[in-house]
């Protein structure tokens, strides 16, 4: 059973950057592939980018590629979202959530592991 805690949510002015954190604990960190999610007043839960557990490859979606960067520290247990030239259209809940298994996916129904999730809000 894994436990994931986000940190670093906040207010922000459109072009500045904030760096999410979500640190895990319970499980085998390094066998997990780490998802982030967002969701928006209203809205659907969406997939926002996906770190592989082993090579390290990345997915994003559209809407963030080129903006934000996902990492991991499996020294650490924690996976990283790097948001730069945020946008009001970024404002969200944002989660952290965990995938045991090979594949990566983009699918929130297949990430059984979840955050408490941190509120990001861009002004315009």
């Known amino acids: 059973q894994v436990q994931l805690v986000e940190s670093g949510g906040g207010l922000v002015q459109a072009g500045g950057s904030l760096r999410l954190s979500c640190a895990a604990s319970?499980?085998?960190?390094?066998?997990?592939?780490m998802g982030w999610f967002r969701q928006a007043p209203g809205k659907d839960r969406d997939f926002v980018a996906v770190?592989?557990?082993?090579?390290?490859?990345?997915y994003y979606s559209d809407s963030v590629k080129g903006r934000f960067t996902i990492s991991r520290d499996n020294a650490k247990n924690t996976v990283y979202l790097q948001m730069n030239s945020l946008k009001p259209d970024d404002t969200a809940v944002y989660y952290c959530?965990?995938?045991?298994?090979?594949?990566?996916?983009?699918?929130?129904?297949?990430?059984?592991?979840w955050g408490q999730g941190t509120q990001v809000t861009v002004s315009s």
């Open positions: 959530a965990a995938r045991f298994g090979v594949n990566t996916r983009t699918t929130k129904s297949d990430y059984p592991y």
């Open positions: 319970g499980g085998t960190f390094s066998m997990y592939n």
């Open positions: 770190i592989s557990r082993s090579t390290g490859n990345t």
